[in-house]
Structures are given as structure tokens and as C-alpha cells.
């Protein structure tokens, strides 16, 4: 067995039979910057909900097919979130390579790292004059041979849609960067450090958006500028909170601070 792999289920024996420790931070697990962050998270405007409230069916019948939501206490991935602080995961995986993707709504570019590079020269601050296409992301495209003992720890949400299976996508993106408008199945998208705004359209309601031109550059260019009947569902969430965002709807991303995020799509 690959000794890195060895000291990881070391370290999850220790948290499953000790007291969880602080990671780099209180706050951060080292990733997070606040001076370098971006301040405005704008209002929220997506039901936020407490999940010991909501039962399977009400989300169902309320939610799964209709609108996003916002949901809290609906698992406890403290231990994950440890895990994946800097320390360890640079300790881990840094050696590791990763493929990156180009944040432009297609992704065309697929760019192959270490998983140490990319934290040390790729994980910055992005302007808002960046062209998506110049962006290089780590979002998905996993190689879950080698991070699979560390997605094992992860508690995807117990709401699952009817004739779906569940499949994990793991990132970490700097200020600024974030994902333009798109669309794709439901799913549910949890922070473990760092914020993330999101905004999101209806199916049958098109943001007018550039494809290679980021998210932060939206906000600042095309947002203000928006009618009330033409603003967008948003919100920003913080660890402990799950967003979920139904089939087919316009979403894109905006990582307020440097963001550590584990999506679960449903297909």
C-alpha cells in the first residue's frame, strides 16, 4: 500500500478514535486569506432552510423539481473538513498529479499538474480582465483511485432524487475564480472552506453572458446593470451549508475566498 495512503487512514483511525484536532486555522485550514478576498456577498435571495425541519418528502415535493435551496445542519462533515486542510492535503496529494480545466462555460483546455504547482503558483487572486480561457481550475476530473480514501469520508446529503445515483466532484479555486454560466443535472454543492456566491436562472430564462468571460467580470460589468425582472436567484454559502440546484437550471460561481467545495451530481 502507497505510504501516503497508509498515513491518511492513519490520520482517519486518529479522527475517528480522538478528538477532532484544529486544522491550520480556526477558520481557513490555512487556505483562506480574508485580505485578499472579496468582500460583497451580495444578498440572498434562495430559501434557506434548517434539514432537521425538512422532511425527504417535503424537499421532493417542494424543491427537487422547482427551485434551489439552501440547506443546513443536513450533515456533519467536520472530520472531512479536516482533512482537507492545506497541511494535509499538500501532505497527501502533492505529489499527485491533477487535471485542470479551463474556467470558461465549455472547458475546452484540460492542463495536467501536481497537485503541489497548482497550490503553489495556479491558487491565486483573479482579476476581473482574466479571460476564462486563461484560468486554469481544479474542479472534477478526479482520479479517484488515488483521492478515493479521502472521498470516502465525505457524507454526501441523504436527499436523493428518485432513479438517481450519486457522483462526487472535489475543488479548490482561488479568489475571484469561479465557473461562468451553465447547465447541467441536479445536484448539491457544499463548501468546507471558504465562500461561495452562487447565482442561478431558471431553465427557460438565459443569462446574457459572455462564455469566456469569468463570472467576477459579470458581476461587475453585466449585474449592475440588470432589470429587477432579469436579477438572478443568489446567495452565498459557507461551511456547513448545502446548495441544491435542480435539473437543467443556469448556475455560475464566484469563490469569494480561496474555496475548498465538494459537488455531488445526481444522474
Not at 144 to 157: A, G, I, N, R, V
Request: aromatic share 14%; with cysteine.
Amino acid at each position: 500500500m502507497d505510504r501516503k495512503v497508509q498515513a491518511l487512514l492513519a490520520c482517519l483511525f486518529l479522527l475517528t478514535c480522538a478528538a477532532p484536532q484544529h486544522s491550520d486555522d480556526d477558520d481557513g485550514g490555512g487556505w483562506s486569506r480574508s485580505e485578499v478576498g472579496l468582500q460583497d456577498e451580495g444578498p440572498c435571495t434562495i430559501d434557506v432552510l434548517d434539514s432537521t425541519l425538512l422532511t425527504h418528502h417535503q424537499f421532493i415535493e417542494h424543491y427537487a423539481y422547482r427551485r434551489p435551496v439552501i440547506l443546513t445542519r443536513i450533515t456533519d462533515n467536520t472530520e472531512f473538513r479536516l482533512l482537507c486542510s492545506r497541511t494535509n492535503l499538500l501532505g497527501w496529494f502533492g505529489d499527485r498529479r491533477v487535471r485542470l480545466s479551463t474556467a470558461n462555460t465549455y472547458s475546452y483546455r484540460k492542463v495536467d499538474v501536481s497537485f503541489q504547482e497548482y497550490v503553489d503558483f495556479l491558487l491565486k487572486p483573479q482579476s476581473a480582465n482574466t479571460l476564462g480561457s486563461d484560468t486554469l481550475y481544479f474542479f472534477g476530473d478526479n482520479n479517484f483511485t488515488e483521492w478515493s480514501p479521502l472521498f470516502d469520508q465525505y457524507k454526501p446529503p441523504p436527499y436523493l432524487l428518485p432513479g438517481t445515483t450519486t457522483a462526487f466532484s472535489f475543488g479548490v479555486a482561488g479568489p475571484g475564480t469561479g465557473v461562468p454560466f451553465h447547465w447541467h443535472g441536479p445536484g448539491f454543492s457544499e463548501v468546507l472552506y471558504g465562500r461561495k456566491r452562487w447565482f442561478l436562472y431558471p431553465p427557460d430564462q438565459e443569462p446574457h453572458f459572455h462564455p469566456n468571460r469569468t463570472t467576477l467580470s459579470w458581476l461587475e460589468e453585466t449585474y449592475p446593470l440588470l432589470p429587477p425582472q432579469e436579477a438572478p436567484l443568489e446567495c452565498t454559502i459557507r461551511p456547513g451549508e448545502v446548495l441544491f440546484f435542480p435539473d437543467r437550471w443556469w448556475h455560475a460561481t464566484l469563490n469569494l475566498d480561496t474555496s475548498v467545495f465538494m459537488s455531488t451530481f445526481l444522474g
